[in-house]
């Protein structure tokens, strides 16, 4: 069966602070994880190419690389460090926070952190990534409504399209926070795919709308990125191999 795992990663740096650490991996982790992913010898593709792979492979799981938030880290560090290993990726921005700051980590009490230029978004862009987008404000989508909805999907993919040049098509819903009206807005937008932060892997009934991603932690050593690359779990832990077994064995009675 054709299926494919879509990691998550967010700042590629060095945390600033303790409640930072979980989503930002230093660019040594980052690379440590890419050189990784190389030698599993597992296929990387475009998430473009998602919906072609699953409908033409039947016996092998594909990887998607995204990155959220759009923090200048993206470019100075991620995009460097992908370039390196010819991989694609996805990096998900917010057009109202472009040249700006993490206005919204700083309320959650994070430190503040730059976003990327347009410039190097494009820069970006033209190096083969791929720009999506995460909403106009890094939004809770499923408590908008009229007009607010329509600015972060419609206005914010008409932003992102006339900056880049070129058609945006994902959208990464922020929290992984949306609802049924979310997901029609996204693709009422014109977006062909949503992203959702639900772990596991995706499969060829898979709602392009809710695709699901698997979260890799700042602080995940290779031995956890290996074991969510085989069982595309949200949280690696030591037991968890025997846990999932056990769990087939039983016929899922063990919960």
């Known amino acids: 069966?054709?299926?494919?795992?879509?990691?998550?990663?967010?700042?590629?740096?060095?945390?600033?602070?303790?409640?930072?650490?979980?989503?930002?991996?230093?660019?040594?982790?980052?690379?440590?994880?890419?050189?990784?992913?190389?030698?599993?010898?597992?296929?990387?593709?475009?998430?473009?190419?998602?919906?072609?792979?699953?409908?033409?492979?039947?016996?092998?799981?594909?990887?998607?690389?995204?990155?959220?938030?759009?923090?200048?880290?993206?470019?100075?560090?991620?995009?460097?460090?992908?370039?390196?290993?010819?991989?694609?990726?996805?990096?998900?921005?917010l057009?109202?926070?472009?040249?700006?700051?993490?206005?919204?980590?700083?309320?959650?009490?994070?430190?503040?952190?730059?976003?990327?230029?347009?410039?190097?978004?494009?820069?970006?862009?033209?190096?083969?990534?791929?720009?999506?987008?995460?909403?106009?404000?890094h939004a809770k989508m499923a408590t908008l409504s009229g007009a607010d909805l329509l600015r972060e999907t419609v206005e914010a993919r008409d932003i992102l399209e006339q900056q880049l040049g070129e058609s945006v098509k994902h959208f990464a819903y922020p929290y992984g926070n949306f609802s049924d009206a979310v997901c029609d807005a996204v693709r009422n937008a014109g977006f062909a795919q949503g992203l959702s932060v639900r772990a596991g892997f995706n499969e060829r009934d898979v709602n392009p709308f809710i695709l699901r991603r698997v979260e890799v932690y700042g602080r995940d050593e290779n031995w956890q990125l290996t074991q969510k690359l085989t069982y595309a779990n949200a949280t690696a832990t030591r037991t968890y191999p025997m846990r999932y077994y056990l769990n087939r064995l039983t016929g899922g009675r063990l919960g």
């Not at 050189?35 to 990387?44: E, R, T, W, Y």
């Not at 976003?115 to 987008?133: I, N, P, Y």
């Open 1 to 93: 069966m054709g299926r494919a795992i879509i990691l998550m990663y967010h700042i590629v740096d060095t945390p600033r602070s303790e409640a930072e650490a979980r989503y930002a991996i230093t660019p040594e982790r980052f690379s440590e994880h890419m050189g990784l992913i190389h030698n599993q010898n597992m296929p990387v593709i475009a998430l473009g190419a998602l919906p072609d792979w699953l409908a033409k492979h039947h016996d092998q799981t594909a990887l998607v690389i995204t990155l959220d938030d759009g923090t200048e880290d993206a470019y100075s560090q991620a995009f460097r460090i992908l370039t390196e290993h010819g991989f694609p990726a996805s990096f998900f921005v």
């Open 95 to 137: 057009p109202g926070l472009m040249g700006g700051e993490n206005g919204w980590m700083q309320a959650e009490g994070f430190p503040a952190r730059k976003m990327l230029s347009w410039e190097q978004a494009r820069e970006m862009a033209a190096g083969g990534m791929d720009m999506g987008c995460h909403s106009m404000s």
